[in-house]
C-alpha cells in the first residue's frame, strides 16, 4: 500500500521543540520532493519547508527559517522536520507531501494524513 505517515506531533509549551517524521511506504522516496505544509483553523494550508531527495536542497518559509531544520533518512526512507523555538503561531495540522516529475506535464503526488502540532501553555 502506498502511503506517507506523519508521526510525531503534540502539545508543547512556547519555546518548546517537536521532531515531525514523515514515512514512505510502498514506494521509495528517490526522486521525490518532499514538502511540509500546515493549515491553521481558518486559514489556509500553506508550505514550511521541502527537500529534493536527489540532491538534498532545502527550502524553508520565512516564518519558520532559522527555526525548522528539514533533514532525510534514505535508508529509513523518512523525511523529518525538527521544530524548535516554537510558537503559538506554529499551531496547525502538518502534513508532508511527496511529489516528483512523471513527464513533461505529469506529476505524482502523495499526501499524509495530518499531524497536530499545539503550541501552547
Known amino acids: 500500500q502506498v502511503q506517507l505517515v506523519e508521526s510525531g506531533g503534540g502539545l508543547v509549551q512556547p519555546g518548546g521543540s517537536l521532531r515531525l517524521s514523515c514515512a514512505a511506504s510502498g514506494f521509495s522516496l528517490d526522486y521525490y520532493v518532499i514538502g511540509w505544509f500546515r493549515q491553521a483553523p481558518g486559514k489556509e494550508r500553506e508550505g514550511v519547508s521541502c527537500?529534493?531527495?536527489?540532491?538534498?536542497?532545502?527550502y524553508y518559509a520565512d516564518s519558520v527559517k532559522g527555526r525548522f531544520t528539514i533533514s532525510r533518512d534514505n535508508a529509513k526512507n523518512t523525511v523529518y522536520l525538527q521544530m524548535n523555538s516554537l510558537k503559538p503561531e506554529d499551531t496547525a495540522v502538518y502534513y508532508c507531501n511527496a511529489e516528483r516529475s512523471i513527464t513533461s506535464t505529469a506529476t505524482r503526488n502523495y499526501w499524509g494524513q495530518g499531524t497536530q502540532v499545539t503550541v501552547s501553555s
Open positions: 527537500i529534493s531527495i536527489g540532491d538534498g536542497s532545502t
